[in-house]
């Protein structure tokens, strides 16, 4: 670790999600003294954004950090599979036709990923991440953040550490943009997710192929996702905003009843889900009017929740690490952080963010419309025709989720 005085850094990063532990690798290979603060133990958390998307894989290529994420277990997304109402089920996007190093989406555990990114941060001498730290209030002085007050879970200690710098990546609950008094700009939203698992087997205990598609599929006007992770299935219910009490309050029976209705082939495994194993996602889509303060900067979901629509979440929050890296670790360095600076990343970012959101936002009114009439929303038939008659269309779609709208590229200081 390197030498500095008690309580500093060049850099604060508030929370270890893929933005800040992407920002904070990033700054600490310029030579930027960064601490990460992550109030949690570790990183196991279930049911988060586990999608690896073809431009972050090619992140982690230019980082040197291809082999050790090449031995985490990940399954692979080859395309996007959607019932037409034709009664065919088109192919939407087609990873595989990507001009890219890697036409796929890697479904890989988050934990995994950012424990890769952790493990890289502990060979530079000027990274340091604290765990079980979280922040409690920030510090200023003269209108500016200069730091923020955190506890330490360990000891219980209470303490400042003051930076030039604080970047605020701790999530779409964000308490950091909060205290700043950053204002947010609310999409409405029609439906909240239930994320739960079910095991890739039959009644016979025998494995079942789900195949490396993602698949939506409908029955009785419920619309499921379906995730295939080798042995088991990430499911996503989608129901009406607010509605989940309801569905609860009908019992577990009618809940593995309606599942099984759309997923018939694995209905056996279902006798395993129980309540406790289904996961509420509260959808939120909205965006910070202005990422940042003097002295404070948000990136990533604290900056901009995503809707689930695409999975294109961590891709963002990875996007926006690597673009605020590049642009402030030279000032830092420098000595002459400015306004100026954390604009340029708002500048920078935002229009991803807002063609993104959009694109999320026509997809809600369709399911909006579809929880209405208690129907499954299916691609028109002449849509579902001209993917048949040029399948090489279904690239478009797959490079607007899968590299993005403005990909970034590690910039040559951080390169291994």
């Known amino acids: 670790m390197s030498e500095?005085?008690?309580g500093t850094a060049r850099c604060i990063v508030?929370?270890?999600?893929?933005?800040?532990?992407?920002?904070?690798?990033?700054?600490?290979?310029?030579?930027?003294?960064?601490?990460?603060?992550?109030?949690?133990?570790?990183?196991?958390?279930?049911?988060?954004?586990?999608?690896?998307?073809?431009?972050?894989?090619?992140?982690?290529?230019?980082?040197?950090?291809?082999?050790?994420?090449?031995?985490?277990?990940?399954?692979?997304?080859?395309?996007?599979?959607?019932?037409?109402?034709d009664g065919t089920v088109a192919t939407l996007a087609d990873f595989g036709r990507l001009r890219h190093p890697h036409p796929f989406i890697a479904m890989a555990?988050?934990?995994?990923?950012?424990?890769?990114?952790?493990?890289?941060?502990?060979?530079?001498?000027?990274?340091?991440?604290?765990?079980?730290?979280?922040?409690?209030?920030?510090?200023?002085?003269?209108?500016?953040?200069?730091?923020?007050?955190?506890?330490?879970?360990?000891?219980?200690?209470?303490?400042?550490?003051?930076?030039?710098?604080?970047?605020?990546?701790?999530?779409?609950?964000?308490?950091?943009?909060?205290?700043?008094?950053?204002?947010m700009r609310e999409f409405p939203v029609p439906f909240d997710v239930l994320w739960f698992r079910i095991?890739?087997?039959?009644?016979?205990?025998?494995?079942?192929?789900?195949?490396?598609?993602?698949?939506?599929?409908?029955?009785?006007?419920?619309?499921?996702?379906?995730?295939?992770?080798?042995?088991?299935?990430?499911?996503?219910?989608?129901?009406?905003?607010?509605?989940?009490?309801?569905?609860?309050?009908?019992?577990?029976g009618a809940f593995r009843a309606e599942v099984a209705a759309a997923v018939p082939e694995l209905a056996a495994a279902l006798e395993d889900v129980g309540f406790d194993d289904v996961h509420l996602l509260d959808v939120r889509l909205n965006r910070a009017r202005r990422w940042?303060?003097?002295?404070?900067?948000?990136?990533?979901?604290?900056?901009h929740a995503m809707s689930p629509v695409g999975g294109v979440g961590v891709n963002l929050a990875v996007q926006d690490g690597v673009a605020a890296a590049?642009?402030?670790?030279?000032?830092?360095l420098q000595g002459r952080m400015s306004d100026r600076v954390v604009t340029a990343v708002q500048r920078r970012r935002a229009p991803a963010t807002i063609i993104t959101q959009t694109a999320q936002r026509i997809v809600h009114l369709g399911l909006r419309?579809?929880?209405?009439?208690?129907?499954?929303?299916?691609?028109?038939?002449?849509?579902?025709r001209l993917l048949r008659l040029a399948p090489v269309l279904s690239a478009v779609p797959a490079r607007v989720v899968g590299v993005g709208v403005r990909p970034e590229h590690a910039p040559d200081f951080a390169r291994r």
Not at 205 to 214: F, I, Y
Not at 326 to 332: F, H, M, R, S
């Open 369 to 384: 419309r579809a929880f209405a009439r208690r129907t499954v929303p299916l691609v028109p038939r002449t849509v579902a």
């Open 326 to 332: 590049a642009l402030v670790a030279e000032p830092l």
């Open 292 to 303: 940042w303060t003097r002295g404070l900067l948000c990136i990533g979901d604290a900056a």
């Open 109 to 183: 555990p988050q934990w995994d990923f950012l424990d890769l990114l952790a493990d890289a941060g502990r060979q530079e001498p000027r990274f340091h991440l604290r765990m079980r730290t979280e922040v409690v209030e920030l510090v200023r002085r003269d209108g500016a953040v200069v730091g923020v007050r955190c506890r330490d879970h360990a000891t219980g200690e209470t303490e400042e550490l003051l930076a030039p710098l604080t970047i605020g990546a701790d999530g779409r609950g964000s308490r950091v943009r909060r205290l700043a008094g950053l204002r």
């Open 199 to 252: 095991a890739a087997r039959d009644a016979d205990g025998a494995p079942v192929d789900v195949g490396r598609s993602l698949l939506p599929r409908g029955a009785g006007g419920r619309l499921f996702i379906l995730i295939p992770r080798g042995d088991y299935v990430q499911a996503a219910m989608l129901i009406p905003k607010g509605s989940e009490p309801e569905l609860r309050a009908a019992g577990i």
């Open 4 to 6: 500095r005085a008690p």
């Open 14 to 85: 508030v929370g270890g999600g893929p933005a800040g532990m992407i920002a904070g690798l990033l700054l600490a290979r310029a030579g930027v003294d960064t601490t990460v603060l992550e109030k949690h133990a570790d990183f196991l958390r279930d049911f988060r954004g586990d999608t690896i998307h073809p431009s972050t894989q090619l992140l982690l290529d230019e980082l040197g950090l291809a082999d050790e994420f090449a031995r985490i277990p990940f399954s692979r997304l080859d395309g996007v599979r959607v019932p037409a109402a």
